[in-house]
């Protein structure tokens, strides 16, 4: 199963992403995005790697994400 994420949290993860495209990124972006990781990891009681790993994947594929969560979904329809 996929882990949840917040919209505040992909929005961060969306700014980031941008700024690192027009290289740009600032300190304050980052570690705004890295105490969001930490913090959600905490509240939801998973790995902040794992978390992490999924917001990026989440923000920077999103072809590939929606692929993958329409496969988990029509697999759980035929269970």
């Given at each position: 199963m996929a882990i949840e994420l917040s919209d505040g949290l992909i929005q961060l993860e969306e700014k980031?992403?941008?700024?690192?495209?027009?290289?740009?990124?600032?300190?304050?972006?980052a570690a705004a995005?890295?105490?969001a990781i930490t913090a959600h990891a905490e509240a939801i009681e998973k790995s902040?790697?794992?978390v992490?790993?999924?917001?990026?994947?989440?923000?920077?594929n999103?072809?590939?994400?929606e692929e993958r969560?329409?496969?988990r979904r029509e697999a759980a329809a035929k269970r």
């Open positions: 980031a992403w941008a700024e690192i495209q027009a290289k740009e990124l600032t300190v304050e972006t995005v890295q105490v902040r790697y794992d992490e790993m999924e917001l990026k994947f989440r923000v920077r999103p072809g590939a994400y969560e329409r496969k």
